[in-house]
């Protein structure tokens, strides 16, 4: 069964490049100074005036997050007492993902690397196995989150090539815990923990942070249900598996994932897809941002429904406050989508 997002036209990659691996002795005996270089670090300007005094810097603890979520997350828990850098550039398929030399780098480098978990950052295994760094502490974000399995049928309306598919299996359950505010919760208490455990020196820091941004959750959560319960039992189709978390927790219907092709569709391939929509009867169709599919704005104009835009939160703004302007966003598509 499919639990990875489908995003249309994307071929499945994630595995270690060869350009990684041959480079990874080069890169474990590269320079701390280069040591960011090609990696996405969000940093206080207090910081950045401290770059030109290194033994200030090198005692911080280093960070490396896999993807924006996880990234946004672990800043908000580690302010300014940690360096936080993320592997995956916002905006990059997440779920096919192909390592880089300079992700194999910062995981070389690093104190500690914290990862969404569920089977979702499949570049890591052979990266983490290879560097062999004995300093490195793994942060498991979704430790203890009970996965989502199938909750509503994938429906595909091309056939696939013989020999090929497009399907990628998560045997962990789907991996999109981070859209549930409640979930994100729990993330945010295991990167804190896993935080103290690897730099017991910052304590507080990390106690106070996370306590901050866990009430911010809280309200979040709080303004989806109270919003929401006005539009009970809401039934609605992605093209991406992202929401199954959020349609549980507030008392949503996923109805259906339609995988559709991005190019050469034949009339066929379009009279599926609309058949599909069809069937499910549903109030609202949701694509994600970014996804310019003409298939997608003609299916929404053959059956009378507008296309509107649900955020999975993959791409966007490197600030932690970004999740709670993308989550209301979302709110607000939900709700007007729903009446």
């Not at 207090?46 to 770059?51: D, K, T, V």
């Not at 935080?195 to 989806?224: G, H, Q, R, V, W």
């Not at 058949?275 to 310019?292: I, Q, R, T």
Request: aromatic fraction near 6%; charge should be neutral.
């Amino acid at each position: 069964m499919n639990y990875r997002g489908f995003r249309t036209g994307r071929q499945r990659s994630g595995i270690l490049s060869i350009i990684a691996l041959l480079m990874l002795s080069m890169i474990v005996g590269c320079s701390q100074s280069n040591q960011n270089q090609g990696i996405t670090s969000e940093q206080s300007p207090q910081a950045q005036e401290a770059g030109s005094t290194p033994p200030a810097q090198s005692e911080k603890t280093k960070v490396v997050t896999t993807f924006l979520p996880i990234y946004l997350f672990t800043k908000a828990v580690a302010g300014n007492v940690a360096d936080v850098e993320i592997l995956v550039p916002p905006g990059t398929e997440v779920h096919e993902y192909q390592a880089t030399p300079q992700n194999v780098k910062a995981i070389a480098t690093a104190n500690v690397l914290v990862k969404n978990g569920l089977g979702l950052e499949e570049f890591l295994e052979n990266i983490v196995k290879n560097v062999q760094n004995s300093k490195l502490a793994e942060i498991n974000a979704s430790k203890g989150i009970k996965p989502l399995n199938e909750i509503s049928p994938v429906v595909k309306t091309a056939k696939e090539e013989k020999g090929h598919s497009h399907d990628h299996a998560h045997a962990q359950g789907n991996p999109h815990v981070w859209l549930d505010p409640v979930l994100a919760k729990q993330q945010v208490t295991n990167i804190r923990d896993g935080l103290i455990a690897a730099d017991p020196a910052n304590k507080t820091t990390y106690e106070a942070n996370a306590a901050t941004y866990i009430k911010e959750l809280e309200s979040l959560n709080s303004e989806f249900q109270q919003t929401l319960q006005k539009t009970p039992s809401c039934t609605f189709i992605t093209f991406h598996d992202a929401f199954p978390y959020l349609a549980q927790r507030y008392n949503l219907k996923q109805v259906a994932v339609v995988q559709i092709p991005e190019d050469q569709l034949s009339p066929t391939d379009v009279q599926n897809a609309v058949s599909a929509v069809k069937k499910y009867n549903v109030k609202a169709l949701f694509s994600e941002p970014g996804v310019d599919n003409k298939l997608l704005t003609s299916l929404s104009k053959d059956l009378k429904l507008t296309l509107r835009t649900l955020d999975s939160l993959e791409t966007g703004e490197t600030n932690p406050q970004h999740y709670f302007k993308a989550m209301k966003a979302n709110l607000q598509t939900l709700e007007t989508a729903c009446k």
